[in-house]
């Protein structure tokens, strides 16, 4: 099948839901455009080695709704590292890693869920 403009600009919204165990319930975690990827890197870049801003910034790209749009702001996400359980924000960046990988074999397992 052959794709039109208008399906390349459409972005596809691929979010995996996962479980928090500390708080008994579920978030969507999705994965980000290339543009979206570009502006994350680039805040990563900046924020240098600072852990509490760089898992911040990565909790603000990857939770998202369930149709894949963003969730939360970056000062919401700095809130959550000092509301949420370390396995919870490790659950959630795990997620968003695996989500956003570039290899095949990542491709293959978000396709799954």
């Known amino acids: 099948m052959s794709l039109t ?27 980000l455009t290339a543009g979206e990827a570009l502006a994350f890197h680039e805040r990563i870049k900046a924020a240098g080695e600072d852990s509490r801003t760089l898992t911040a910034h990565q909790i603000a790209a990857y939770l998202g709704t369930a149709d894949g749009g963003s969730m939360v702001t970056l000062d919401q996400a700095v809130a959550l590292v000092d509301a949420l359980s370390q396995r919870d924000v490790a659950t959630i960046l795990r997620a968003g890693t695996e989500l956003n990988r570039l290899d095949d074999d990542a491709i293959e397992v978000a396709a799954k869920n």
């Open 5 to 31: 403009l208008d399906d390349l600009l459409t972005p596809k919204r691929v979010v995996r839901e996962v479980r928090l165990k500390d708080r008994g319930g579920s978030v969507h975690v999705r994965a």
